[in-house]
């Protein structure tokens, strides 16, 4: 081969590497997808998927004055919350964009606390200047008490946006929407008392009132207390309130061997004007004697434990000289007129000494489970034993709730 033929033949296979490397060179990733890509961090989709978060900020007021210390919350969500400094500012960070609930609550001094709550649109960093807390309300001492009722009364709303007062009654101080009973509403706002009824005697009560507007809670009053007072089962149990003949105390009946050994009397008696006498002469031995009453069964609540009290004075007229005492047996009973006697408590007097003077007698019982009945009779019941001339009285009777 000579020099000429040697020069052509590199020069072809010049020009065929020449050609391919063109093909190569201008053959693009895009047009060809059986060419890996790899995407970078900061490419234009990774951009397109982050999200923007926001700060929601301001200042809550209470009664003109800044407030430190208040919670404010969106969502009811742990992380996002803040308390309110020393000038009332407080700024929540990482907002979403979109709606949230916002809650403000200060608690304030006697358990009082304010409240509001309202809904934000976030769509940049907001801040809110004007955020004023409404007056919490004031439950006033509860002064009207008797043994079935409380009443009570509240300062009124200053809210425009209240809606109604819920208040709750419960028997411990730990007392809130859950834990206590609803014992009344009110949509008016100028409506703030409430006498509530029907309850125990001699029993601890704890009472709170709720305020409310569209959005839930405006805030919730101080907590207060009262006790019912005792229940006396028995009506003018000091026999000062007269009959219309004015013969005998009103609500009571006499009976006995002879009625006209029974009689009110005015003088030495124990508490106030009247009292009762039962005049028990020798001849009457073995006699009894009653006074009675019709009394609620309603009052007299099944297997609870009550108390009968009073003042009695024995006085021996002609008592046997060998006798230290005139035996007097005493018994209350609850009879229902259809069913019979549903409870009989026999009591012996020999321990009240017969000397004319006044002492109390008290006696603790309970009523039978099974009671059941609509007319409900209570007697005192006497029976002289003994031979001798003496009288007793009986004064300020009480049938009450045993401590």
Known sequence: ??????????????????????????????????????????????????????????????????????????????????????????????????????????????????????????????????????????????????????????????????????????TTSGLDENTGTLAHVSTEIDSTDFVDNDLDPLTDYFYRV????????????????????????????SFETLNNSQDFAASWSAIGYDDSLITLENQNCAEGTHCVRFALPAEMDGREFWITQQVSPSKLKNGQRFRFSGQTSISPLNCPAELDYCDIEFSLMLRDSSAGYYLTEYWDFNEITADGQWETIIRDFTIPEDLNASNFEVTLHIIKWNEGDFELRLDDLAIEVAP
């Not at 043994?147 to 819920?166: N, Q």
């Not at 207390?225 to 009506?235: G, I, K, P, Y």
């Open 210 to 237: 709720y305020v409310m507007d569209e959005f839930g809670l405006l805030g919730g009053s101080n907590i207060v207390s009262a006790t019912t007072l005792n229940l006396n089962v028995l009506v003018n149990g």
């Open 1 to 170: 081969m000579n020099t000429s033929q040697l020069m052509i033949g590199l020069l072809g296979i010049v020009l065929v590497v020449c050609v391919a490397c063109q093909d190569r060179l201008s053959h693009s990733p895009s047009e060809d997808g059986d060419i890996d890509t790899i995407e970078s961090p900061d490419s234009s989709e990774n951009d397109t998927t982050s999200t923007t978060l926001f700060s929601v900020s301001g200042v809550v007021q209470y009664q003109g004055q800044t407030v430190e210390n208040a919670t404010v919350q969106l969502d009811n969500a742990y992380n996002l919350q803040a308390q309110t400094d020393s000038d009332g500012h407080f700024e929540i960070l990482d907002v979403s964009a979109g709606e949230h609930a916002v809650v403000i609550h200060k608690t304030l001094e006697d358990d009082l606390f304010s409240e509001r709550s309202f809904v934000i649109q976030v769509n940049a960093d907001l801040r809110m200047n004007d955020l004023t807390l409404p007056k919490a309300v004031e439950l006033d001492k509860p002064l009207d008490i008797s043994d079935s009722s409380i009443a009570l009364s509240w300062t009124a709303s200053e809210d425009p946006g209240f809606r109604e007062y819920k208040l709750y009654r419960h």
